[in-house]
């Protein structure tokens, strides 16, 4: 087998001694799907999936996070502000009435969605 230096080889493919037929993948090329996979439409949560609770704000812990008692039932869920809330400054304290989204999977955690009128 004879050692090509880099540059074109025999087959025009740029790279380190490449044979015919190989293909030329860079590292950058392959460290970008690093870690990725494919959504199976399936198995995929989306937004429409989450469980939608009212409640009032008991308590503002530290790093964005709140308990909230829900209406249903009267459980107690650790909840923090969603994106749009936080994009837009809004503002909960302690006491607002607020309407939380909760994953089926975990009904301990969920997102703040809307606050309501005071």
Do not use: C, W
């Not at 080889?9 to 860079?26: H, M, P, T, Y």
């Not at 799907?33 to 999936?49: F, I, L, Q, W």
């Not at 008991?58 to 107690?76: E, H, P």
Request: glycine share 16%; hydrophobic share 35%.
């Amino acid at each position: 087998m004879p050692i090509q230096a880099r540059g074109r080889g025999i087959s025009g493919e740029v790279g380190r001694g490449l044979q015919k037929g190989q293909a030329n993948v860079s590292f950058r090329a392959r460290r970008h799907h690093v870690g990725r996979t494919e959504k199976d439409p399936k198995h995929a949560m989306s937004k429409g999936d989450l469980l939608e609770m009212e409640g009032f704000i008991q308590d503002a812990l530290g790093g964005g996070q709140y308990t909230i008692k829900v209406d249903q039932g009267g459980a107690i869920v650790r909840a923090q502000l969603s994106g749009r809330m936080r994009r837009h400054h809004i503002r909960v304290l302690p006491g607002d009435r607020v309407r939380v989204a909760v994953s089926p999977y975990d009904l301990s955690h969920g997102l703040i969605v809307y606050r309501g009128k005071s």
